[in-house]
């Protein structure tokens, strides 16, 4: 299948900065990137749908200003995490297809914000 | 809307035993798509096996097979000679037919064991 790479793997940042994580098809171009939030134990919930060039479509309850989706080429998308506080740490993880295929997953950013 | 329901939180099976996961599910669509992913403890989620609705021949992948029954929205796995390394959360999805932006829409997961 085809690859999504994600990066960092895992992240600790401070409260209050800005945390950057990079997703990217390295073997095709990604029309359509999915960012998800995984708590522990629990399912994936989709949090916003990036179209290459194209403002993120956001999930209802997900703050848009808080997490900055990017995706300004069809090969890499990214999500910014602002001024990030405790509650923001979680598991990300991204998704992206072309046009109809299957979408394949990035490994996951473990994000903890001290 | 479209749901997906994973009835069984936890599962536990013996070392070559066969395993059968269950999932339901609500649409009002015709076609779409039905998967099983797998997500190990290294949180990567693997794609397991996939389903297309039009498709009366249930989908199999060496050890994976599925129980489609589309009129009773229910799409289970069955996961046959169960290895140590089948030990995972599984997720039962769907995805609605066409369109780049479709999303999968995950049920809650089910925690498989796998007994030596």
């Known amino acids: 299948g085809a690859v999504v790479s994600q990066h960092p793997s895992w992240v600790i940042c401070k409260s209050g900065t800005s945390v950057k994580i990079e997703c990217r098809s390295l073997d095709f171009q990604a029309t359509t990137m999915f960012w998800y939030r995984q708590f522990p134990k629990q399912s994936l919930m989709l949090m916003a749908t990036?179209?290459?060039?194209?403002?993120?479509?956001?999930e209802q309850g997900v703050e848009k200003d808080k997490f900055l989706i990017n995706h300004a080429s069809l090969t890499l998308s990214t999500l910014t995490v602002t001024s990030a506080h405790p509650e923001d740490s979680s598991f990300y993880i991204c998704?992206?297809?072309?046009?109809?295929?299957?979408?394949?997953f990035g490994q996951g950013t473990r994000l903890t914000v001290v | 809307a479209q749901t997906v329901t994973q009835s069984q939180p936890e599962m536990s099976v013996q070392e070559a035993e066969t395993v059968t996961l269950s999932c339901t599910y609500d649409?009002?669509?015709?076609?779409?798509?039905l998967f099983w992913y797998k997500q190990p403890p290294s949180r990567q989620m693997i794609l397991v096996i996939r389903?297309?609705?039009?498709?009366?021949q249930n989908a199999t992948e060496n050890r994976f097979s599925v129980n489609f029954q589309k009129a009773a929205k229910s799409f289970s796995l069955k996961i046959s000679d169960s290895q140590l390394g089948d030990a995972a959360m599984y997720f039962c999805a769907y995805r609605p037919y066409g369109g780049a932006t479709n999303k999968l829409i995950f049920g809650t997961g089910t925690l498989l064991a796998v007994q030596p």
């Open positions: 990036s179209n290459e060039g194209s403002k993120a479509t956001y």
């Open positions: 649409t009002s669509e015709s076609d779409y798509y």
């Open positions: 998704s992206a297809r072309e046009v109809n295929t299957e979408a394949f």
């Open positions: 389903q297309e609705a039009y498709k009366q």
